[in-house]
């Protein structure tokens, strides 16, 4: 099993900025990507960025040009740098970790698995 552990959020004007950070467990050969997720009230839960340990990098629309995704494969980390902040970005981002879907014997308990962290509350007030 992976835990993933979040930090960063808090509460931030509009235009500031903020980093968030995801330490994960386990062995980091393991996982095909890391992500942030997030779900504001009355929305659909956003995939707002991901990473493979390639450095193939996804974001979703509204978060292009302003969040920056990055990670360190060796600590099974995944960082966001959040800038130029909107209101409509308030949310509860959550760190996500993909396992892997085929790999050497010491990644089996990792297949096709999704990892989730507890979340960490970002409110941009205008």
């Known amino acids: 099993q992976v835990n993933l552990a979040e930090s960063g959020g808090g509460l931030v004007q509009v235009g500031d900025s903020l980093r968030l950070s995801c330490v994960g467990s386990?062995?980091?050969?393991?996982?095909?990507?890391m992500g942030w997720y997030r779900q504001a009230p009355g929305q659909e839960r956003e995939l707002v960025a991901q990473?493979?340990?390639?450095?193939?990098?996804y974001y979703a629309a509204s978060v292009k040009g302003r969040f920056t995704i990055s990670r360190d494969n060796a600590r099974n980390t995944v960082y966001l740098q959040m800038n130029s902040l909107k209101a409509e970005d308030t949310a509860v981002y959550s760190c996500?970790?993909?396992?892997?879907?085929?790999?050497?014997?010491?990644?089996?308990?990792?297949?096709?698995?999704?990892?989730w962290g507890e979340g960490t509350l970002v409110t941009v007030s205008s």
């Open positions: 990473i493979t340990s390639s450095d193939s990098a």
């Open positions: 996500h970790a993909a396992g892997i879907v085929a790999a050497a014997y010491q990644c089996r308990q990792y297949y096709g698995m999704d990892f």
């Open positions: 386990g062995d980091p050969s393991c996982i095909a990507a």
